[in-house]
């Protein structure tokens, strides 16, 4: 079991730059592939990136690629986000999820979701 608590978002401008951060709990974390989704309102849940359980590997979302980073931090069972060069349409919930599955972009195939974190970003 991997229990997931986001925390970072809120209110930026146009430009500006968020760090979110996911902690988890459970001893599973370091052999858990971890993920960021995000979802908009009345839009689909989005997948924005995704690192293997050893860092090495990482996946971008085309829409976020080259402005965000995902990292990982095995000893504090810590996952991050970073977000620069942020625009308004990046405004959504922001939800980190776990898998015991290799590192994967498909929603389904993560196991556990945090409860999710606002991201604003203003024009």
């Known amino acids: 079991q991997v229990q997931l608590v986001e925390s970072g978002g809120g209110l930026v401008q146009a430009g500006g730059s968020l760090r979110l951060s996911c902690a988890a709990s459970?001893?599973?974390?370091?052999?858990?592939?971890m993920g960021w989704f995000r979802q908009a309102p009345g839009k689909e849940r989005e997948f924005v990136a995704a690192?293997?359980?050893?860092?090495?590997?990482?996946r971008y979302g085309d829409t976020v690629k080259g402005r965000f980073t995902i990292s990982r931090d095995n000893a504090k069972k810590t996952s991050y986000l970073q977000m620069n060069s942020l625009k308004p349409e990046d405004t959504a919930v922001y939800y980190c999820?776990?898998?015991?599955?290799?590192?994967?972009?498909?929603?389904?195939?993560?196991?556990?979701w945090g409860q999710g974190t606002q991201v604003t970003v203003s024009s």
């Open positions: 999820a776990a898998t015991g599955r290799p590192i994967t972009t498909v929603r389904h195939e993560y196991d556990y």
């Open positions: 459970g001893r599973t974390f370091s052999g858990s592939a």
């Open positions: 690192i293997s359980w050893s860092g090495g590997r990482t």
